[in-house]
């Protein structure tokens, strides 16, 4: 959230959008805010307690960091070239199952 505060309080270079990756075990979500403001940003944030329990050794799943890498690479292309893109969405990796957030 601090991180968030920062980048929108500068009125002049705002990002034009956030692209919030979030892995935990063999679980991925990504969340993407286009014109993003800490008000848009409190809809899809949630604190530290309310994180994933799992031990650090299990969010570390090479395999997991890596694809959780190539989604935010794509988003990133999309949104550059101006392709249509899947904002928010989950990726649990052991089902291969995609959903919509």
């Known amino acids: 959230m601090e991180a968030v505060k920062i980048l929108c309080a500068n009125a002049k270079q705002k990002p034009m959008c956030i692209i ?8 991925y979500q990504q969340y993407i805010i286009p014109k993003p403001d800490v008000t848009k940003y409190k809809k899809i944030w949630y604190s530290n ?7 650090c050794n299990a969010k ?3 395999y997991c960091s890596n694809m959780s890498g190539s989604f935010i690479a794509n988003a990133v292309r999309k949104l ?4 249509p893109f899947n904002g928010n ?8 199952i995609m959903n919509k957030l």
Do not use: L
């Open 20 to 27: 919030d990756g979030r892995m935990g075990a063999e679980h």
């Open 49 to 55: 307690e309310k994180m994933s329990a799992d031990p």
């Open 60 to 62: 570390a799943t090479s």
């Open 80 to 83: 550059v070239t101006g392709q």
């Open 89 to 96: 969405f989950s990726f649990n990796f052991p089902t291969m």
